[in-house]
């Protein structure tokens, strides 16, 4: 008669589940020895909730902050080329122009992913590093390493929070999996308190089940809809 949670059921959707069953079990002397457990299910559903919304708004930061030093990034780059062009003249076939760009320009450059872009960055920056006394060394390897360092830093710290998410998660999915295992154990118990009465049982696992379509705005999101 339980109806088991989806695996990727909300942390919150599951906590107010077990919310609801607590208040089932509290309410009937003879199973209020049952509801501490769901209590405490309750609360570390409410703990996951409020971890997982920290960590996406600080993955939406990171991702915001990530979209400005890319944005930041690739002008600088078009003026590195645009210098470095002027250096030589306007050709494109004489160094300093080689020395930089003869695999790609700086407008192919612009259009890497962030990753590849943080490594050719650093590619311009180890050719300028060569002769650190050179004029485009001097005006360009602070400003070129500036937006490169952003970049990077930016990426990794996405690519963290993304990592965080990930555990975060696997955390819920077992929260979920401890849930239905303790509703199969609940079932048990209450079979045992109250013999040849479905109905007073299937009263206490009403929280598991979807909701009637009749209920205004109502949704079943997070139950399997099979009974264990």
Same mark, same amino acid.
């Given at each position: 008669?339980?109806?088991?949670?989806?695996?990727?059921?909300?942390?919150?959707?599951?906590? /107010?589940?077990?919310?609801?069953? !607590?208040?089932?079990?509290?309410? /009937?002397?003879? #199973?209020?020895?049952?509801?501490?457990?769901?209590?405490?299910?309750?609360?570390?559903?409410?703990?996951?909730?409020?971890?997982?919304?920290?960590?996406?708004?600080?993955?939406?930061?990171?991702?915001?902050?990530?979209? %400005?030093?890319?944005?930041?990034?690739?002008?600088? %780059?078009?003026?590195?080329?645009?210098?470095?062009? /002027?250096?030589?003249?306007?050709?494109?076939? !004489?160094?300093?122009?080689?020395?930089?760009?003869?695999?790609?320009?700086?407008? !192919?450059?612009?259009?890497?992913?962030?990753?590849?872009?943080?490594?050719?960055?650093?590619?311009?920056?180890?050719?300028?590093?060569?002769?650190?006394?050179?004029?485009?060394?001097?005006?360009?390897?602070?400003?070129?390493?500036?937006?490169?360092?952003?970049? /990077?830093?930016?990426?990794?710290?996405?690519?963290?929070?993304?990592?965080?998410?990930?555990?975060?998660?696997?955390?819920?999915?077992?929260?979920?999996?401890?849930?239905?295992?303790?509703?199969?154990?609940?079932?048990?118990?209450?079979?045992?308190?109250?013999?040849?009465?479905?109905?007073?049982?299937?009263?206490?696992?009403?929280? #598991?089940?979807?909701?009637?379509?009749?209920?205004?705005?109502?949704?079943?999101?997070?139950?399997?809809?099979?009974?264990?």
């Amino acid at each position: 008669m339980a109806t088991h949670l989806r695996t990727n059921t909300s942390a919150q959707l599951a906590a /107010d589940i077990c919310a609801s069953i !607590a208040d089932g079990l509290s309410s /009937d002397e003879t #199973t209020k020895h049952l509801a501490p457990l769901w209590e405490s299910l309750t609360a570390r559903g409410d703990t996951l909730s409020a971890e997982r919304r920290k960590l996406e708004r600080a993955l939406g930061r990171a991702r915001a902050r990530l979209a %400005v030093a890319d944005a930041q990034w690739d002008p600088e %780059v078009a003026a590195f080329g645009r210098d470095v062009v /002027d250096k030589t003249g306007g050709r494109r076939d !004489a160094p300093p122009y080689t020395r930089f760009f003869k695999d790609v320009s700086p407008s !192919a450059a612009q259009a890497f992913g962030i990753e590849r872009e943080v490594k050719q960055g650093r590619a311009w920056l180890d050719e300028l590093g060569r002769n650190p006394d050179e004029p485009l060394a001097l005006q360009w390897t602070l400003r070129l390493g500036s937006v490169t360092n952003k970049l /990077d830093g930016s990426a990794t710290e996405r690519a963290d929070r993304l990592r965080a998410l990930a555990l975060q998660s696997t955390s819920e999915e077992l929260y979920v999996e401890d849930i239905n295992l303790e509703l199969d154990r609940l079932e048990g118990d209450l079979k045992k308190l109250f013999p040849g009465q479905p109905k007073r049982v299937a009263a206490f696992l009403e929280p #598991t089940r979807p909701k009637r379509k009749r209920e205004v705005g109502s949704t079943d999101e997070g139950l399997e809809g099979e009974d264990s």
